[in-house]
């Protein structure tokens, strides 16, 4: 896709995720990988506003080059792209279900969500880190979660929210998507006594979709 292709889709994605719910006020950001650089949703804009020609770029050493100033959370994203070449999109966000667990769950927990259903597994993968809380923007969050990336497509940054990413912007936005509903799952079942899949069912899923 051509970089005026990925800013309106990016455009009409966060939207997409406003309108549903998945992201409220100025809450969350996106990045998504050029060949010359990035693309990433300015500080303080709202994801269910954001206008194609204002989306910050950064060049490939992620210096500002273009558009409104860049999200505080640029760390982050650097910290998922460096760590997984093959990854060309990032999405973080503060959705309600997601945050929940990440609130819950302890610092050392790899799998705080359960493996309830093929689509969870499928395209967040097979353990999803919970990183220990750090203030929105602080730098020092880098290097946990670049070493969390190297191993998980998918993380949850304690009492803050998910950060996810993909193959593709697409592929990114559904997984953040996938990772909101399954947590909204694993709390409606909480206390119950929930039939999770097996690790041979797990290991098929991954073996059969990657
Ligand atoms: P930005 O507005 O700087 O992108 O920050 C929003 C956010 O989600 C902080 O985690």
């Not at 309108?19 to 994801?47: C, E, F, H, K, W």
């Not at 273009?66 to 792209?81: I, N, Q, T």
Request: hydrophobic residues 40%; contains cysteine; negative net charge.
């Amino acid at each position: 896709m051509t970089e005026s292709e990925l800013r309106d889709l990016l455009v009409e994605l966060g939207a997409s995720l406003f309108a549903r719910g998945y992201s409220v006020g100025s809450a969350g950001n996106i990045s998504v990988r050029l060949q010359d650089g990035y693309l990433m949703t300015p500080t303080n804009s709202s994801l269910g506003r954001l206008k194609a020609d204002r989306i910050s770029k950064l060049d490939l050493e992620w210096n500002h080059v273009g558009g409104d100033k860049p999200s505080k959370e640029v760390f982050m994203h650097r910290a998922v792209l460096t760590a997984r070449p093959e990854a060309g999109a990032v999405v973080h966000l503060h959705s309600t279900y997601a945050t929940a667990i990440g609130c819950l769950a302890g610092p050392e927990d790899t799998a705080p969500i359960p493996p309830l259903t093929p689509y969870f597994v499928m395209r967040v993968g097979r353990t999803l880190p919970v990183i220990r809380y750090y203030r929105p923007g602080d730098a020092a969050m880098e290097n946990d979660i670049h070493e969390a990336a190297k191993e998980a497509r998918a993380m949850l940054l304690a009492n803050h929210g998910p950060v996810v990413s993909g193959k593709t912007l697409v592929d990114a936005v559904y997984a953040a998507e996938e990772l909101e509903e399954s947590a909204r799952l694993a709390l409606m079942l909480r206390g119950q006594p929930a039939r999770e899949l097996t690790p041979e069912q797990v290991d098929d899923l991954l073996r059969t979709f990657g």
